[in-house]
């Protein structure tokens, strides 16, 4: 298995398109950052959106969880699932003695292990973005917070944000991986899933016009049924001193991995890739 | 060269994402009309809201769907028609017969542009019959700072309107159509168009018309226009179609 898992990492790791994402990487951190710089001439430094060294990481994050991240997780879906089975890269693999549900656990775990490097490598260039262009404060205020933080608490609760922000991704890739194991081309792959991503955009919005039908819990139900919002404004009010109806927003995520992920490993384990 | 253009046709309809993605603009189109009908309300950007009738709601459609024509439809159409058939082999058989390069080049532009018109003309004729047999009956209507219509000064000024909206989509489409040929590979080329709509905005405000397509076109038609994106368009056009020129008559599709 351990095997298995560095064949993998390593076709992945091979191609140009990981790179070029590792490329984007300081790039986005470092326009966010210019960004914010100009956006907090408006906002008064008590306000959390304020943003300074310590909290820009999360700032820069919720900018770019929605966009890149999410567009990241689809090309790599795209490339280690039905790119490889397209261009018979599979065959190579499974010429060994493996089983499709071996290789498909070795291809989450590289995903999976893939989308938190890059994490990681996000993480670090936004602090050093956030300290090269952004004014420095010893204590900050954060959202849904009584008490501002100074930079060591606020660089646990950054770490609590991006491992949350993790977890949305892994069930975006849940849903993902049921598109990619049933779309047998790489532009279907690409194509539903930026669907998926526009129709999550759009049907809290359209819910919005009809907000006098719904009582108060089933309208923040509906608005957070829905993946994007969780990782728009859910992050941050998991996180919250008291966060409200933590249990909803934890079992959407946990229910868009099982849901759509069981059936796209039962599917690419019992359906014959040869053909 | 009706015939090259035949055979695009036949092989684009071959691919079973082509049927999904016009069926699936088809269905949110009725959509649409559902949503409109129930608010008899839209906007012509964030700031101004407008009541429609039965003569000004046919760009409204275009407002609505536009985003999945940019970012969905159109790019995967371009990405299908230059690295999926460069990929399966398709392109292969064609390439085969002796044709000029040039030929097949132009009767894949031809083939894009004759499905974008088509589809914004159908969306252009649902809106107008849409509005007359739905909204509220008036003889004259006005549009974003415009003056006073009536039935064919409002006609006029939504085939102006679908005209711009095909140019938007055209330059998607030509971007697209380049950046797929310079990449082979599908994802490389998807997350090139995306970043090239996105990005475009950190450059100069003046790419907006991408993204904000509709608000951009009400602007660029106002009488005195607040905004002008016509020339940047048709020379994104024009260097995508150069270059894409160039690229495809070098390129060697046997590896």
Redesign the interface.
Known sequence: MIRLLQAEWKRLWKR??LW?IVGVLPVAAF?AATYYEGANRGVSPAEPQYAVVGNFPVLAMAEMLL?LFN?IVI?LV??LWT?EI??GQLRMVLLRVQTFSRVWWAKVGVLLGTVALLMLLFFGFSYLAGYWILPHADAYPLFYRAEPVDLWEGFGYNLQYYGISFLTLVAFAGFLLLAGSMCR????T??VG??FL?FSFFYPE?AG?FRPLFSDEQFFQLYFSSLPMIQWEGIVNLLADQPRRAGWLTGVLAGYTCLFGIPAYLWFSRQDQWN | MIRIIRSEWQRMWARKKTKVLLFGYLGLLLLMCRFLSAFKVSFYDPAHDVSLNSLNTAPFLFRELSFFLVFILVPLLAVDSFNGETRSGALRMVLIRPLARWRILAAKWALQAIVLAGLLAVTMWTGVLFGMWVMPDVATTSFYKTETFGFTGAMGYIIQYYSLGLLILMTVSGAAQLISLWMPNAVFSYAGVIAFLIGGIYVSPRMEFLLMGSDSIFKQLAPSPEADFIGLALGIVTISLAFSFLVWTRRDFKG
């Open positions: 140009k398109l070029a326009a966009t567009l090309a795209a490339t790119e397209r261009s081309t790489v532009t279907g690409l194509g930026m669907a526009l359209l016009y």
